[in-house]
């Protein structure tokens, strides 16, 4: 599976951790995949137990591996993303960052409802329906709906069956919890209902339906965080 690698311009180390991504970019490594241990790569490789290591650290540093103590070496779920990719943590003020991020998804996620609409899947419109019911089953009981709204996006940027979309949603669950706890959640009807439209313009496989539905759904949250903004 494993080609032995050679020294070059780069460090070793490097080589080895550009080697791994490569067979997780091929598909010979998956995500949630485990890694062989350390000795057998070593062996493969042809290199010492401590550059395997130190390519690992290279790999977990940049959320391509994560290592479960006792259990070993893994290909992470998310390749590649980390919790805060832009380090939006450092911005002092959250409610101007929720409205900045609230534009930002104006600029991108009418478009994946829209593509949405137009790309996914019964079986993917069936749990789109299930994250949106779990949105309103939290609200209804007065508890905390980010992670749920987290979700019910999460399965719009999925079914646009672009790639590179996945790869924002990091951006798109910051935006969700900052305007969750920005509001203190009172759209609460008006994210039912806005999300109630998404899911029935999808359903039907109305694109440009889809895509008004998720411009009112984020206009309503950017009207809310203007009014807390100018209080």
């Not at 759209?187 to 899911?199: D, F, G, Q, V």
Request: hydrophobic fraction near 40%.
């Amino acid at each position: 599976m494993l080609k032995s690698v050679h020294p070059n311009q780069k460090r070793l180390p490097e080589l080895v951790s550009e080697q791994i991504k490569e067979l997780i970019a091929k598909g010979n490594l998956k995500a949630g995949d485990k890694l062989p241990n350390e000795f057998e790569m070593a062996e493969q490789l042809q290199v010492g137990r401590g550059t395997i290591r130190e390519a690992v650290k290279i790999l977990v540093s940049q959320n391509v591996l994560e290592i479960k103590r006792g259990n070993g070496t893994f290909v992470c779920e998310r390749t590649g993303l980390a919790d805060d990719p832009l380090g939006l943590w450092m911005i002092e003020d959250k409610q101007k960052l929720a409205l900045d991020l609230c534009e930002v998804r104006m600029m991108i996620e009418p478009e994946i409802a829209e593509l949405a609409a137009e790309r996914g899947t019964k079986d993917e419109i069936a749990s789109l329906k299930n994250a949106g019911y779990a949105v309103e089953e939290k609200i209804r009981s007065g508890e905390d709906h980010s992670a749920e709204d987290i979700n019910f996006h999460e399965a719009l940027a999925k079914m646009s069956k672009n790639q590179v979309v996945p790869k924002l949603i990091p951006v798109i669950q910051s935006a969700v919890n900052l305007f969750v706890k920005a509001t203190d959640s009172v759209l609460r009807e008006e994210t039912i209902e806005t999300h109630n439209k998404i899911i029935r313009a999808v359903e039907d496989g109305d694109g440009a339906g889809a895509k008004a539905a998720m411009e009112d759904h984020l206009k309503l949250n950017k009207e809310e965080i203007q009014r807390l903004i100018s209080r």
